[in-house]
């Protein structure tokens, strides 16, 4: 392989540095060669045994000082201060929030977030933290003025952009030309991942119908629109690796006998199935930058050393995010029983459920269940604190938990005209990321940090002017554009509505579908 040369192309916007290109190789040579094992977390009910520096750091937050725990639930019942935060900030966050056990705190994926903004606010909380990216905090934004709350505000964590590499690929030119070209194919039903902006959710709405989708439930709204619009063309983006998985995962469904079709979606058959996805079409130019460290590299190491084929392998978990090695490799285990592919929710969900079983289960005296954790490392907390709380429960059963963090060797970096991307995690990027201590860790949520945090709570409600102005720069962005003569608030939230809608009755709304036969 060329001293230049990686395996997989940069997401759209991003140009290799030669010498960081240079530097990947070469870690990408000794990486093939490194038979090490991943770095892991050995989770048991009274303790935790890290093995590799990154898994030392995840484990070294796990503990606050109870001073510090103590000052944090203070001030927030004080100011009526409300936190929600995604299950991928670092680990000092997530210990220290999850260690209050209060209800005005909640870790969860980008959705849940919205909704548990919404709850704080209905039981009186003033003031609202968004600790994520930017489309998460406009997402709590607009879930809130929906819902009658414009009067409570919105705080980031920083004041300069807090970006995202999906958000960043549909603003760029080729998406909208992408729409357009779906707009002159007629009959045009947009699946646009939550992922973006507001910006961007409006202007595609501008162009197709348009409905808002999360990892968690995109396969179930495609199906949909193929019942509900049996001759729409349906286009997904702007996550290339989930459409290209998606499309897997429809192929596969179109094989299945229909009463199998049927367990995933009753009105589907293989054959109506198989009819949508001559109709289905995804963008093929935007990435996560940290899903995109899950290649074949990672795949083949997993395969080798962690799943071979033995009755002990490791249970395998994967976001549909991660590149189509890492999903294929998560899908076949999932048949078996051996892993799960889907959200964040579905990842904790999984790995809880079979902790529980294994606690469960007197006939076997001891177990050591093992996770590949195929997603942003962040997850750890949620993890460990829900796998304890379980093996807890059942302290006379030798049951251990151990969460490997598969490593990726890969390392680019931005193009010098777009800066908003930060840096890229890899073994060269400098992102905490090491062949000992893993990479998967976004630089884009870890623009969330824990000074911050305990700084913006201590300003609020400050009487003092510069922390007040200090304090609007943290607000969502506003947009002062108009969209089809519209606000891009006003018409960005109409895909957020239609999803919200499709939750609540399972149908979709008359006006997605009547707008998608139309256009």
């Known amino acids: 392989m060329a001293t230049t040369e990686l395996r997989h192309p940069p997401p759209p916007g991003v140009r290799i540095d030669p010498a960081r290109a240079a530097k990947a190789a070469e870690a990408l040579r000794r990486y093939e060669g490194d038979e090490r094992p991943f770095p892991s977390l050995l989770v048991r009910a009274g303790a935790l045994v890290p093995q590799g520096s990154f898994a030392e750091r995840q484990a070294e937050y796990l503990s606050p000082a109870p001073a510090q725990v103590d000052a944090l639930r203070a001030a927030l019942a004080e100011k009526r201060i409300g936190i929600v935060a995604h299950f991928y900030m670092d680990a000092s966050i997530q210990g220290l929030l999850t260690a209050l056990e209060s209800t005005n705190v909640f870790i969860a994926d980008s959705l849940a977030m919205g909704d548990a903004a919404v709850h704080m606010a209905q039981a009186g909380v003033q003031h609202l933290l968004c600790l994520g990216v930017d489309f998460m905090s406009e997402n709590c934004r607009a879930v809130l003025d929906m819902n009658g709350f414009q009067h409570v505000p919105v705080y980031r964590l920083a004041a300069e952009q807090i970006g995202c590499s999906l958000a960043t690929a549909a603003e760029q030119p080729g998406y909208s030309e992408w729409l357009e070209a779906a707009k002159k194919a007629g009959n045009a039903a947009h699946v646009v991942y939550i992922n973006t902006s507001l910006l961007t959710k409006a202007k595609a709405h501008n162009i197709v119908p348009t409905i808002t989708c999360t990892s968690s439930n995109v396969v179930d709204t495609i199906l949909q629109i193929a019942v509900q619009a049996p001759e729409a063309n ?113 990842i904790l969900d999984f790995i809880t459920k079979k902790t529980h079983e294994a606690v469960d289960n007197s006939a076997v005296p001891s177990q050591r269940l093992r996770f590949i954790l195929g997603t942003e490392a962040g997850m750890t907390t949620s993890i460990v604190r829900k796998v304890q709380d379980i093996l807890r429960t059942r302290p006379e059963r030798d049951v251990a938990v151990e969460i490997i963090f598969p490593v990726s060797s890969q390392a680019i970096a931005p193009a010098a005209d777009m800066p908003e991307l930060g840096i890229v995690p890899g073994v060269c990027g400098g992102e905490g990321c090491s062949l000992a201590g893993g990479c998967a860790s976004c630089p884009f949520m870890k623009m969330n940090t824990l000074a911050g945090m305990l700084d913006v709570v201590a300003k609020i409600d400050s009487d003092d002017p510069a922390a007040c102005a200090w304090l609007a720069r943290l607000q969502p962005r506003v947009y002062t554009e108009r969209v089809g003569g519209k606000t891009a608030a006003e018409l960005g939230t109409v895909p957020i509505r239609y999803m919200r809608e499709f939750q609540r009755t399972h149908r979709l709304p008359d006006a997605f579908v009547a707008a998608t036969v139309a256009k």
């Open 234 to 346: 349906i286009f997904y983006g702007p996550d290339s690796y989930m459409g290209r998985n998606l499309r897997t995962l429809f192929e596969h469904l179109a094989s299945l006998p229909d009463e199998e079709v049927k367990k995933i979606h009753p009105q589907h058959t293989a054959a109506t199935v198989k009819a949508l996805l001559e109709r289905f079409n995804f963008y093929e130019r935007g990435y996560c930058l940290v899903h995109h460290m899950f290649g074949y590299e990672v795949v083949r190491r997993i395969r080798k050393s962690y799943i071979t084929g033995s009755p002990d392998d490791a249970f395998c978990t994967a976001h549909l995010e991660v590149p189509g090695e890492m999903f294929e490799l998560a899908v076949r285990q999932q048949r078996e029983g051996k892993g799960v592919v889907g959200s964040t929710s579905n």
